[in-house]
Nanobody, 121 residues
Framework: QVQLVESGGGLVQAGGSLSLSCVTS????????MGWYRQAPGKQRELVAGITSGGNTNYSDSVKGRCTISRDNAKRMVNLQMNSLKPEDTAVYYC???????????????WGQGTQVTVSS
């Protein structure tokens, strides 16, 4: 059973910073890409930032320059540092990991339970 547990959400004023963390646990061979997604009320879930096993990153245009994604493969952890937060960043943030249960199995997507980020104006 693969589990992802997020932490670090909360309430912050506009212009402030938050750091999100996600730890992956369970029995599996490896983790390919990891990422952070968010879903605001009434909107679809969208990618915020992603990072490959080799450390290549990509960001949505809405957060580029304000967020930094990183991962610690030994700790099976992915982090998201968010700066200069805006009210429109308010959403539930979900951690995603693309996991191979066995070395040559097809990678499967796993999700955390989500953590609320609220940015007040």
């Amino acid at each position: 059973q693969v589990q992802l547990v997020e932490s670090g959400g909360g309430l912050v004023q506009a212009g402030g910073s938050l750091s999100l963390s996600c730890v992956t646990s369970g029995r599996f061979a490896s983790i390919d890409a990891m990422g952070w997604y968010r879903q605001a009320p009434g909107k679809q879930r969208e990618l915020v930032a992603g990072i490959t096993s080799g450390g290549n990153t990509n960001y949505s245009d809405s957060v580029k320059g304000r967020c930094t994604i990183s991962r610690d493969n030994a700790k099976r952890m992915v982090n998201l540092q968010m700066n200069s937060l805006k009210p429109e960043d308010t959403a539930v943030y979900y951690c995603n990991a693309r996991v191979r249960i066995r070395s040559f199995s097809v990678p499967q997507d796993y999700w955390g339970q989500g953590t609320q980020v609220t940015v007040s104006s």
